[in-house]
C-alpha cells in the first residue's frame, strides 16, 4: 500500500497486508515480485485494497513500481506446460530439487509438504488410477479451486523461500517465473542488479477501483 518508496531498491520494506502476527513477513528472503504488465498490477493492487477495507481499514492511495530489464535473467521456469501443482511438483523433482521435506510447510493447510510424499511417488506409478488419484491429492493440498498451481507462490512463502532461495542459487537461478494470474505470469529475482532503477506510480483509490489510473 502507500508508503514512501526509495528511488533505489531495497529489499526490506515490507507490505503491511502480507505481514501476519503468526509466520512474519511473508516475503522473508527479500525478493523482488513483477508482473508482465501494469493493467495485471493494478487487478492485483485492487483485490487488496478491497481486501484491507473488509478489515476495517481505508486505503486512500497506493504505489505501483515498474522498471526494465537491462540485461539476460536466468530464471527457472516453472510456467511453461505446467496447469496444475502436480505438474509442478514433478517438475521439480525431476530437476532434483526436492521441496518434499520439512524446509516446506504449507501455511493454508498448516502442515509440511512431507505430507505428499507417497503420492509424489505414485504421480510415477504404472497404475493410471493410482496416479490419477495421487495428482488429485497432490492438487488439493496445494488448493486445488484454484485456476491456477499456487505451489509456485508457495515455494517462497515465509521461511520456505531461505531452502528454495538456496536451491535457486545453488543451480544459478536468478530467480524463477510462474503463473498466478490469468493475464500475467509473476516473475520472482533474487536481487534488482540486472533492473532499471525503481519508477514509482501513486494511485488513488478511486482511480484504482473504477479501473482509471493516474497520470
Request: glycine content about 4%.
Amino acid at each position: 500500500m502507500e508508503q514512501n518508496y526509495p528511488d533505489v531498491w531495497c529489499n526490506n520494506i515490507h507490505n503491511s497486508e502480507y505481514s501476519y502476527k503468526e509466520y512474519g513477513n511473508k516475503n522473508q528472503i527479500g525478493a523482488y515480485f513483477f508482473y508482465d504488465n501494469e493493467s495485471t498490477a493494478k487487478s492485483v493492487l485492487e483485490t487488496a485494497i478491497r481486501k484491507q477495507e473488509s478489515k476495517g481499514e481505508r486505503v486512500e492511495t497506493a504505489t505501483i513500481t515498474s522498471c526494465e530489464v537491462r540485461e539476460d535473467i536466468v530464471l527457472l521456469d516453472l510456467f511453461s506446460g505446467i496447469e496444475r501443482c502436480c505438474n509442478m511438483i514433478s517438475v521439480l523433482r525431476e530437476l532434483k530439487l526436492n521441496v518434499v521435506t520439512n524446509s516446506f510447510y504449507n501455511y493454508q493447510k498448516k502442515t509440511y509438504y512431507t505430507e505428499i510424499g507417497h503420492d509424489l511417488e505414485l504421480l510415477y506409478s504404472e497404475n493410471c488410477t493410482e496416479k490419477l488419484g495421487a495428482a488429485a491429492r497432490i492438487n488439493d493440498f496445494f488448493c486445488s479451486r484454484h485456476p491456477f498451481p499456487l505451489l509456485g507462490q508457495s515455494l517462497t512463502d515465509f521461511k520456505n523461500g531461505v531452502a528454495f532461495k538456496k536451491m535457486l542459487i545453488h543451480n544459478n537461478w536468478e530467480g524463477y517465473v510462474f503463473k498466478e494470474e490469468e493475464s500475467s505470469n509473476t516473475y520472482c529475482l533474487l536481487d534488482a542488479t540486472k533492473l532499471t532503477e525503481p519508477r514509482h506510480k501513486s494511485l488513488s483509490r478511486n482511480a484504482l477501483l473504477s479501473n482509471i489510473s493516474d497520470l
